[in-house]
């Protein structure tokens, strides 16, 4: 039997999800546009994966470099970036909003001053020209939303 939504309690918490006709509430492998409502992911712009990724910045390369990898998406996540220097202190890490510029490629570009970074379907990919002393830091977050 599929249930079309519930609200019950599961691990101490009470829980609403409905989802749309011919699909079960109780699966959580719902594709989330088929998804109605769903107390635990609320909201348009919710986190779907994040990480942190060290760059030395001594070693520049022109080649696509892998900084993170997960299972194909149906479509490009949006992302957000904050990088820092690991000699800088924190309060001089600079954030960078990710815009796709190649949205019709199934991937999405953005410059970033002496790096390119590229998010596809599967992950993020970063390729660094310059060369500049010490480690980078690179946060990201992918959400819940379609930049491509």
Known sequence: MTLRGYMKRINGSLRMRF???G??????????N???????????????????YSWNG???TDQWVPIATWS?????PLCYFVSRQAAYPASEART????PLHPTAGQAIVSLTNNMIRVKKN????????????????YWYAFNLRAA
Do not use: W
């Open 72 to 76: 194909a998406l149906s479509f490009v």
């Open 34 to 52: 088929k998804v109605i409502f769903d107390s635990d992911n609320i909201g348009t712009l919710s986190i779907l994966l994040s990480g942190v």
């Open 58 to 60: 001594e070693s520049p």
């Open 23 to 32: 699909y079960d509430a109780d699966d959580e492998n719902v594709p989330p």
């Open 123 to 138: 992950g993020i990919d970063l390729k660094y020209r310059g060369s500049q002393p010490g480690t980078t830091h690179i």
């Open 96 to 99: 960078q909003n990710f815009l």
């Open 19 to 21: 989802v749309m006709p």
